[in-house]
């Protein structure tokens, strides 16, 4: 990026960090400088009055509701636009030589989309699609800026999708932003995420929705939602679309796609200290560019259908639940274990209440599987595998100290099961081995939706 764009960018006020959008201020600013751009690329050298320019910028801010006094609104935005030296004023001679104020795009900016066609255009569609996301084509004309960005409004944006760089510190020099947290802002305003194979983050790929589950910014105790996190939830309020970075150790990072949004949650996971904490996650849906029109239909569907905004999935456990299940927890008395069961019964029916609100999303809440359940099964099971027909299970625990056991929904969540204690069971490796492809599997799980039922009914009415 050159300085000059750079400089722009800054003037312009497109990386400011905003929780309600851009300010009347700053979209005014912007309304003047695309005027400008207008002006150049239709008329040349041929520079307006400030009276004409006035007028211009007034109607426009009038029609387009930007300011309730256009006039009054136009004038300042000239006087802030020429202190900012984005315009410059000269008075020369008209054709009866009379003095005539005129303004247009200080030279070095003239000269920048001269002499940098790709980022200068770069440049107008960030503008663009930040502040007026949409914008009409009544809009763009009136800024006589329509055959300007017609067909490259969006392929116009740097960088490209499919760019590669080795390097983090290479994205920052040419585009802005932080070489050291996942989640960063670009000079051009827009948010990007960065993925890497060898980060502590567990970022994943949502199967049969190829939607993908982000983990957010904070390597160590719960994550807040402030800096990283605080923009992608500004983008998920005002549907932004963010840049997905995905690095590699070998070749370095790839601009892979831009996303929006769709969900926002928070789970336990496991810190780079090795402890239980809260943490973000952001599950991002590709889409072709920033262009709402170009979203897939099930994306958009998913926006509108996510009423809840936010899933909060640590409520279900506290910090100290989360630790494995070891084998003291095991021993203890069966009514104390009742009671605990029939506690995260309810946690975890609850969760399935709010994944099964949502149709459209339904495969983004099997994903995320509810911690209550599985320790409900946990303890439902004393260690041992539930399965009626196993021939012999070992009371070797594995190296965490919890005992060898899986345990999994005896009815697919596919095939309409359900995420609770009544539809899932303890199995050990052999036993879910058989189930998932053994070649009695079928009769093994008919067996095994009967035992689940009956252990869980044992353990609500005791």
């Not at 764009?5 to 979209?27: C, I, T, V, Y």
């Not at 070489?179 to 567990?202: C, E, L, M, W």
């Not at 999935?313 to 069966?334: A, C």
């Not at 969760?351 to 149709?359: D, Q």
Request: charged fraction near 30%.
């Amino acid at each position: 990026m050159s300085n000059t764009a750079r400089a722009l960018m800054k003037q312009l006020n497109l990386a400011k960090e905003r929780k309600s959008g851009p300010s009347k201020r700053d979209l005014q600013f912007s309304v003047g400088f695309l005027w400008s751009v207008g002006q150049k690329v239709k008329q040349g050298k041929v520079a307006p009055s400030r009276s004409e320019a006035s007028d211009d910028l007034s109607a426009i801010l009038d029609s387009f509701q930007i300011s309730t006094d256009g006039k009054k609104a136009a004038d300042e935005t000239i006087d802030r636009l020429l202190e900012s030296g984005v315009w410059e004023a000269s008075i020369p001679a008209d054709a009866a030589g009379d003095l005539v104020d005129v303004v247009r795009l200080a030279p070095d900016y003239s000269d920048f989309f001269d002499t940098e066609p790709q980022w200068s255009a770069s440049v107008v569609s960030a503008v663009i699609t930040r502040f007026f996301p949409g914008a009409s084509e009544g809009f763009l004309g009136k800024l006589a800026l329509e055959d300007y960005t017609r067909g490259r409004l969006y392929s116009s944006m740097l960088p490209k999708t499919g760019d590669w760089f080795f390097r983090r510190k290479g994205i920052v020099a040419e585009y802005g932003g932080n070489n050291q947290h996942g989640i960063t802002r670009f000079n051009d305003g827009y948010v990007s995420a960065i993925s890497k194979t060898s980060s502590p983050y567990a970022d994943k790929v949502i199967q049969s929705t190829g939607w993908i589950a982000y983990i957010g910014d904070g390597l160590y105790g719960d994550q807040k939602l402030v800096a990283g996190n605080r923009k992608m939830a500004e983008c998920q309020e005002q549907r932004t679309p963010v840049r997905f970075w995905r690095g590699d150790q070998n070749r370095g990072y790839r601009f892979e796609t831009w996303a929006v949004i769709v969900q926002r949650r928070r789970q336990w996971g496991i810190g780079d200290d090795d402890k239980p904490r809260k943490e973000y996650v952001w599950v991002l849906a590709p889409v072709p560019s920033p262009d709402v029109e170009s979203w897939p239909s099930p994306v958009r569907d998913a926006l509108d259908d996510d009423l809840a905004k936010f899933y909060d999935e640590t409520r279900e456990l506290e910090g100290e639940d989360v630790e494995s299940l070891g084998q003291g927890e095991l021993e203890v008395g069966l009514e104390e274990v009742t009671k605990s069961y029939a506690f995260l019964s309810s946690r975890a029916a609850e969760a399935e209440r709010v994944r099964r609100a949502s149709s459209t999303t339904r495969k983004i809440q099997d994903y995320f599987r509810s911690p209550s359940a599985r320790k409900a099964v946990m303890q439902r099971s004393g260690g041992r595998c539930e399965s009626p027909n196993c021939i012999g299970h070992s009371d070797e625990l594995a190296v965490n100290g919890e005992p060898v056991l899986e345990v999994d929904h005896v009815r697919e969540l596919a095939q309409g099961g359900k995420d609770l204690p009544v539809n899932m069971i303890a199995l050990c490796p052999n036993c879910h081995a058989l189930k998932t492809r053994g070649e009695n599997r079928d009769d093994l799980r008919q067996e095994l939706i009967c035992e689940a039922w009956k252990k869980h009914q044992e353990m609500i009415s005791w």
